[in-house]
């Protein structure tokens, strides 16, 4: 298992459902965890964390905004000394039909494909000026959250896939860019995942579970799978992975 002792890796999205699962699976594993969200407090899980100084919460923190992105990465960066790892993990799908409305496009866009490139682009200037460490000279890695949206058509979905798409698409551009100062900058491609919001819907909906994709599993992720996934492309087991999308849908082609 791969460990991440005294590394500085900052989450976004953290205080449910796959962030927070990625959160605690990091911290677990050692490294002092950077999060922020748009909740003004941390969720119970993370409580014991940061009691302990492996969790740094941030709450009201909304992604899409340049200026806050920028003045949180500063913070993290001055006070920990380097920043190892990112997971752009805060997303938002919103209701849509055939055509979503025009504010359910621009919050789509502002969270979804703004929310990575602030903290992605801030990332990746504070990794470039970072000394190169270990065997492979790394400095750094980023790791964003796509879905499986954002490898075909949704119907009913067509601004998320949108989205998910285009983080898919920074992800392998900023590889091109910036795989030769040792940075590494993958994609996670989630399939359906039993978070609370997920659960929660599934039992109020009826008949939301049959509009689900089928996959061989035959059955939804678990958060920490999705968690895991993550802890393996940041980790140096992955040192020759970059630029790809790690799809972790059960099989769903």
Known sequence: MATFTGKNIVVTGSASGIGLAITLTLAERGAIVWTVDL????????????EKGKVHFEGGIDVGDRTTCRAYMDKVVFTAGRLDGLVNNAGIGLA????????AYDRMIYVNIGGVWNYGTAALRAMQKQEPRGEWGSRGGIVNIASG???????GLAVYCATKHAVIGLSRAWQEDFGKY???TNSVAPGATATAAFVKRAE????????LPSNPLGRVAKPSEIASAVAFLLSDEASYVAG????VTGGHA
């Open 39 to 50: 909740s003004q407090t941390p969720p119970d899980e993370l409580k014991p964390w940061i």
């Open 96 to 103: 849509e039909g055939p055509i979503a409305s025009d504010e």
């Open 204 to 211: 109020e909906e009826k008949g939301f579970l049959d509009t």
């Open 244 to 247: 790809e999308v790690l799809s």
């Open 182 to 184: 040792g940075i590494r």
């Open 149 to 155: 949206a954002g490898l075909r058509g949704v119907s």
